[in-house]
């Protein structure tokens, strides 16, 4: 008997929206991934949520957007894919592994002990679609005792002022926790939609952003999107308004730090 693995859904709406797409003369990032990011925001119900080719992508961004550097640390699950790790190599720290659960989900209570005052991220990994327990994992965070080992070192950690919580949620889109879907369960959460996954683009990720005040979740989104871009959708769409007329979707004032 052949088992499918994970078979994308393949039907004549979408293939009608991939034309639609190639037809509109947008086929890259800007109006398409726009909707798709407001839809995204709207079902994960949180601030905001930048569309990105991968996952990989989302969470590297996410941590050099934390300032995580050589001579850092990054928790993660000793039971994970390697993109969870390469990304905290890539940028020069160190990814620091704990054990997992039956649920094969990271054990809150391994956690605390591999914390140090190098430590700045935890990257837990929801697996098989399940979450974490993020409520024992933000927990941790929040504790005086943890937060006196964070030794911040940019201005982003120092207004955080605690260890970031970056959920690899590739495969947990659409899971609920308490009435609570996956991408509010914490502070920043990266979704996968490669073919594999329950909802696929056939390559591409998601960030949804949910930092806590003092952070403006839409003043980072509007960095993250130039950033990502390099400037070049801010330019190709005001050459197209300045043809048809249309509204700039980013501020046009916005500059890569």
């Known amino acids: 008997m052949k088992v499918p693995f994970a078979p994308p859904r393949m039907d004549q709406r979408v293939i009608d929206e ?3 797409t190639l037809l509109s003369g947008w086929i890259t990032t800007v109006p398409k991934t726009k909707k798709f990011e407001k839809l995204l925001t709207a079902y994960c119900n949180v601030p905001n949520v930048l569309a990105l080719n991968s996952a990989t992508a989302g969470l590297e961004i996410m941590l050099r957007w934390f300032g995580v550097k050589e001579g850092d640390e990054v928790i ?11 990304v905290v190599i890539h940028c020069g720290a160190k990814p620091v592994f704990v054990d997992v659960g039956d649920d094969f989900n990271i054990l809150p209570s391994e ?3 591999a914390i140090n005052k190098n430590t700045k991220v935890i990257m837990p990994v929801d697996f098989g679609g399940l979450p974490c327990d993020f409520q024992k994992v933000n927990n941790i965070f929040q504790s005086e ?9 940019t201005d982003v950690q120092q207004q955080l002022g605690r260890i970031l919580v970056l959920s690899d949620a ?17 502070d920043v959460s990266v979704f996968s939609f490669h073919a ?23 003043s980072i989104y509007d960095y993250l999107c130039i950033y990502t871009c390099m400037d070049r959708i801010k330019m190709h769409w ?13 501020k046009p004032d916005l500059n890569v730090i």
């Open 145 to 153: 005792n943890i937060k006196n080992k964070f030794v911040p070192a």
């Open 238 to 250: 005001q050459k197209m308004q300045k043809a048809i007329g249309v509204t700039i979707l980013l």
């Open 170 to 186: 590739a495969h947990s889109f659409g899971a609920t926790v308490n009435n609570i879907k996956t991408g509010a369960l914490t």
């Open 111 to 113: 956690i605390e002990n």
């Open 196 to 218: 594999v996954k329950n909802l696929t683009t056939g390559e591409g990720g998601a960030i949804a952003l949910n930092l806590p005040k003092p952070f403006d979740n839409q």
């Open 18 to 20: 991939v034309a639609d």
């Open 76 to 86: 993660l699950p000793a039971y994970t894919y390697s993109a969870t790790a390469n």
